[in-house]
């Protein structure tokens, strides 16, 4: 895969808490925007080859199968169309997650979208010139709605997620 889109954040709890909030993979509608609903589609409800189908509010859906599990840390998970592969305009497509102590009872958080790009010359054109700006916003607000979530137990909404983002901002 050729591109990657990351995000980091620093969640105010310790690890043990943090991955038994992240392999619950049930919890997607939770803190990803315009997600409403997640369904565990495998009969394992985590680790290699778990999968769920998270639907978002257009109506449309994405499956997500793990193809990478590492017990306490971290894992990642293949985004994919049933059998047609990844959704457009990806060729292929995985996110990562991954959990690193930050000290004092702290987590930081790792958010990767790791992708091919569709359509050759024009999909590279279409990523450099609109898509990069895109997805790492979409990386990042990913990250900041766990963080969230994870902290206060709360859904994050979309005024929530305005003041996540000016308050990422002046952190930086």
Do not use: C
Request: charged content about 25%; glycine content about 8%.
């Amino acid at each position: 895969m050729k591109h990657e889109a990351t995000a980091r954040v620093v969640i105010d709890l310790p690890k043990a808490e943090a991955w038994a909030l992240l392999r619950d993979l049930s919890l997607a509608h939770n803190y990803v925007p315009a997600a409403v609903r997640t369904e565990i589609t495998s009969d394992k409800p985590e680790g290699l080859g778990a999968s769920r189908r998270v639907y978002q509010r257009s109506g449309k859906s994405v499956d997500e199968t793990i193809t990478e599990w590492n017990e306490g840390h971290g894992f990642i998970i293949r985004l994919h169309k049933g059998e047609k592969g990844a959704p457009l305009p990806f060729r292929r497509a995985a996110f990562r997650y991954r959990l690193d102590d930050a000290g004092h009872s702290r987590t930081a958080l790792t958010t990767s979208l790791i992708f091919d790009m569709r359509w050759g010359y024009l999909g590279q054109l279409l990523y450099e010139r609109l898509l990069h700006y895109v997805l790492r916003g979409v990386i990042s607000d990913i990250a900041l709605g766990m963080k969230q979530y994870y902290e206060s137990g709360e859904v994050v909404n979309s005024h929530q997620l305005k003041q996540l983002r000016i308050g990422a901002r002046q952190e930086v």
